[in-house]
């Protein structure tokens, strides 16, 4: 009986450093200088676009696919990349680190939180994910859902995804039609589409 008892004991043992062995995640942490984060957005008379800075981030990554991972982005290295003005292209993001847009005074990053992933297969070399999770901007959290592939190898991952998410849930409202009537052509629409072409190394 006691050679039975230690025998179950044994066995439950190996199994349990073997699953853990098995299955522990694999930590990627982001590179920062090989990482890019776009942002687009549009107005009635035309539109604009430029880039954020990653301050950080990672990913976790079991038996080759991601599950899970986040990152932080800069919001004090925000430009714009169409006015070539020097002046003009200051003013304007002079204004959107002001309260009108994102604070950023008051709240100098934004993160991505991956809360849920769900792999959709194989297109070419790459793995594709649809990624949900939670976004926050101006100290206010709300979910997002986005398509994303990956590729790589056992040393390095490279990710690419667009997300678009409505400002005016993040209570960024200058110039919204969904709250000031009578806007005309100062009307700045509310979709703004962030462009992640993102590195992780291990």
């Given at each position: 009986m006691k050679r039975f008892l230690?025998?179950?004991?044994?066995?439950?043992?190996?199994?349990?450093?073997?699953?853990?062995?098995?299955f522990k995640a694999d930590t990627y942490k982001a590179d920062v200088k090989e990482s890019k984060i776009g942002w687009f957005a549009k107005k009635v008379t035309g539109q604009h676009n430029g880039y954020v800075n990653l301050k950080e981030g990672f990913i976790s990554v079991e038996k080759g696919?991601?599950?899970?991972?986040?990152?932080?982005?800069d919001m004090?290295?925000?430009?714009?990349?169409?006015?070539?003005?020097?002046?003009?292209?200051?003013?304007?993001?002079?204004?959107l680190k002001s309260d009108d847009f994102f604070s950023v005074a008051k709240n100098p990053t934004a993160?991505?939180?991956?809360?849920?992933?769900?792999?959709?297969?194989?297109?070419?070399?790459?793995?594709t994910y649809n990624l949900s999770g939670d976004l926050t901007i101006k100290g206010?959290?709300?979910?997002?859902?986005?398509?994303?592939?990956?590729?790589?190898?056992?040393?390095?991952?490279t990710a690419a995804a667009k997300l678009t998410f409505d400002r005016t849930l993040w209570k960024i409202e200058f110039r919204s039609g969904k709250i000031f009537e009578n806007l005309?052509?100062?009307?700045?629409?509310?979709?703004?589409?962030?462009?992640?072409n993102m590195t992780f190394v291990k």
């Open positions: 230690s025998s179950i004991i044994g066995a439950v043992v190996l199994l349990t450093v073997f699953a853990f062995t098995t696919k991601i599950t899970g991972g986040e990152f932080t982005m004090e290295s925000i430009n714009c990349e169409d006015i070539k003005d020097a002046g003009m292209n200051g003013k304007l993001v002079g204004h993160k991505f939180v991956i809360k849920k992933v769900e792999y959709t297969g194989k297109k070419g070399n790459d793995d206010i959290t709300n979910s997002v859902t986005f398509d994303a592939k990956t590729s790589g190898n056992g040393k390095k991952i005309g052509d100062k009307l700045i629409y509310d979709d703004v589409e962030l462009t992640l």
